[in-house]
T-cell receptor, first 113, second 111 residues
Framework: NAGVTQTPKFRVLKTGQSMTLLCAQD?????MYWYRQDPGMGLRLIHY???????AKGEVPDGYNVSRLKKQNFLLGLESAAPSQTSVYFC????????????FGPGTRLTVT | GENVEQHPSTLSVQEGDSAVIKCTYS??????FPWYKQELGKGPQLIID?????GEKKDQRIAVTLNKTAKHFSLHITETQPEDSAVYFC??????????FGKGTHLIIQP
């Protein structure tokens, strides 16, 4: 049971390039989330999904797209990377129902030059 | 939307002493309040949580209190140990639509 895994762990992009971050969970959780963490800002919600095939915007969705084609995977895409998207990205998942406990992955450190 | 304020941003205590971190929230509909510990280079790890129908919860050296009327909740760590050194985050949620985090407290345990 690996929990929540994220791929890649590190990435450097040039401005304007695109990339996809992959999050996978093996806990059969319904809900999945993408957050970004910047120094002094805590974690901020980018997008989330309450089930396979569904997505919704969070607090800071601009410049990102997401897809949840399979229940266990949640993809975060950057179509045209900008230096402001330099951050550490965390994926999390939680089961449905009364328990809102979120389990976090190890993070992806992205630098956009 | 929800806004969570967390204080202090840095807290230094002597080993064995207690540490208290405080948070306030703005949305009266929030009903779930977790606390996360984050060590350098790792993802946040849940250490304790509390729901709005409970005023206090304790797990060994860690306790959380919630005052719904005042919209604030606190984390209490007793008998602090070196391994408690980390960044701690409070958060609030109304349900499945994600967590709103405070900006974090860097807890330093002095030997």
């Amino acid at each position: 049971n690996a929990g929540v895994t994220q791929t890649p762990k590190f990435r450097v992009l040039k401005t304007g390039q695109s990339m996809t971050l992959l999050c996978a969970q093996d806990m059969n959780h319904e809900y999945m989330y993408w957050y970004r963490q910047d120094p002094g800002m805590g974690l901020r919600l980018i997008h989330y999904s309450v089930g396979e095939g569904t997505t919704a915007k969070g607090e800071v969705p601009d410049g990102y797209n997401v897809s949840r084609l399979k229940k266990q995977n949640f993809l975060l895409g950057l179509e045209s990377a900008a230096p402001s998207q330099t951050s550490v990205y965390f994926c999390a998942s939680s089961s449905s129902g009364y328990s809102y406990e979120q389990y976090f992955g190890p993070g992806t450190r992205l630098t956009v030059t | 939307g929800e806004n969570v304020e967390q204080h202090p941003s840095t807290l230094s205590v002597q080993e064995g002493d207690s540490a208290v971190i405080k948070c306030t929230y703005s949305d009266s509909a929030s009903n779930y309040f977790p606390w996360y510990k984050q060590e350098l280079g790792k993802g946040p790890q849940l250490i304790i949580d509390i729901r709005s129908n409970v005023g206090e919860k304790k797990d060994q050296r860690i306790a959380v209190t919630l005052n719904k009327t005042a919209k604030h909740f606190s984390l209490h760590i007793t008998e602090t140990q070196p391994e408690d050194s980390a960044v701690y985050f409070c958060a609030a949620s109304r349900g499945a639509d994600g967590l709103t985090f405070g900006k974090g407290t860097h807890l330093i345990i002095q030997p």
